[in-house]
């Protein structure tokens, strides 16, 4: 059957990637979103408009109609039927879809009766992703791999503004490492007091900064440990110091190879690890470059000044959902006050950034004891966080790999 160019008619609402994912599911030559009067239609057909254009729409291929009734079923009909009769008028012969998923339900109903016969009306359901046809015919399936990671951080209203996913150096130091990164994971369970020791050494060598970004004090390569290290973890210093994160006189003495290094001791490691599990998919042909991210750093978007600069350990997008995955080693999450503030911000993220069928792990590398870790568990499974802890740190890829649907990603593999 030859293409037949359509016009796709939305209604404006916060509901971003309902109204986003037909369009791009279904490519009309025009879209037209009907706005009601309310700041929250405003916004969203804005940032519609915005999504599609970047899209590769042309700005004239996308209109947004103001003034729409968003309730009383009578004049939302009204409305409906002259907007529909202006655009047989303006494109005669084309047919006129509706995605009657934005909205109101009183605007639902009174657009899918006014456009009746002139086209297909569809519903978005995300959760299962499907366009479902509102006349009986088959849904269409939103395919897993539509939305790239950028895509849906735009559709929450978001910009990328720094990322090192392939910064070629962190890369190849990443790799490089990749064998002391993995059995630091494999025995983390048992390397909590070292993880302590490595993390106090890098805060006394790392910059310290003030909120506005000045420097209070400058990277410090050598440092001078308070203790000496526990000699069952002295073969994990030799092997730090074999990778070039440190050199160790055997005592007290610590020299960092660079401020990177130091920051890998402090915990970067972990977040090497995630990198090494998403670019192993990648390498897989199991996640297509573009769908996931490393060291983020996004804008906030209007209204929600605290999530401006935010930075995100690592980030998938994957069935037009966002996962968010979060590193700890420090002690923090296993302290009441700790575990409070990183949970509370790590909601407020779930919240803004991930949408309502975002999801967000919290990957730590401390032992949680019975007593102050119990707590942190609750309140993570309170706020809908998942908790990846020491014992699980291993099976990333197979975690990451049920997440997003495979039935199998084989063995974890280095990029």
């Not at 935010?310 to 296993?334: H, M």
Request: contains cysteine.
């Amino acid at each position: 059957m030859p293409f037949q160019p359509r016009i796709l008619v939305c209604l404006a609402s916060d509901q971003i990637m309902q109204n986003t994912l037909p369009a791009l599911r279904l490519r009309p030559a025009q879209v037209v979103i009907a706005c009601s009067d309310s700041e929250q239609a405003r916004s969203g057909a804005l940032l519609v408009s915005r999504v599609l254009q970047n899209a590769g729409w042309p700005s004239d291929a996308v209109t947004v109609v103001r003034n729409t009734p968003d309730h009383d079923l009578g004049s939302v009909t009204r409305y409906a039927r002259e907007l529909a009769a202006r655009l047989q008028h303006e494109h005669p012969g084309m047919p006129i879809d509706l995605n009657a998923s934005g909205g109101t339900k009183v605007m639902s109903f009174g657009f899918v009766g006014a456009f009746a016969d002139l086209g297909d009306a569809w519903y978005c359901d995300t959760r299962h992703g499907l366009l479902e046809h509102l006349g009986g015919a088959a849904a269409l399936e939103l395919p897993a791999d539509m939305l790239r990671l950028t895509d849906l951080l735009q559709m929450q209203g978001y910009r990328v503004r720094t990322e090192l996913t392939w910064s070629p150096e962190f890369a190849r130091a990443a790799a490089a490492r990749a064998a002391l990164t993995e059995r630091l994971v494999r025995q983390a369970p048992q390397l909590n007091g070292f993880f302590g020791y490595a993390n106090r050494l890098a805060r006394a060598a790392l910059p310290q900064m003030r909120p506005d970004g000045s420097i209070v004090r400058s990277f410090r390569a050598e440092v001078l440990a308070e203790s000496t290290l526990f000699a069952a973890t002295h073969e994990f210093a030799g092997a730090f110091e074999q990778a070039d994160i440190w050199r160790w006189d055997g005592d007290r003495s610590f020299l960092f190879g660079s401020e990177a290094a130091a920051r890998y001791a402090g915990g970067g490691w972990l977040e090497e690890w995630v990198w090494l599990t998403l670019a192993g998919l990648q390498a897989d042909g199991l996640l297509p470059d573009g769908h996931w991210g490393s060291n983020l750093r996004i804008d906030g978007g209007p209204g929600i000044p605290e999530m401006a600069g935010y930075e995100l350990d690592a980030a998938l997008v994957w069935r037009n959902q966002l996962l968010v995955l979060e590193c700890k080693t420090g002690i923090q999450i296993s302290t009441e006050g700790g575990s409070q503030s990183i949970l509370n911000r790590l909601d407020s993220l779930r919240r803004h950034v991930g949408g309502a069928l975002g999801e967000t792990w919290l990957l730590t590398a401390r032992r949680l004891q019975h007593g102050p870790g119990d707590a942190a568990r609750e309140r993570a499974r309170a706020y809908r966080i998942r908790l990846l802890e020491p014992a699980q740190l291993g099976e990333l890829r197979a975690e990451i790999a049920a997440w997003m649907g495979l039935a199998t990603a084989g063995p974890a593999e280095t990029p």
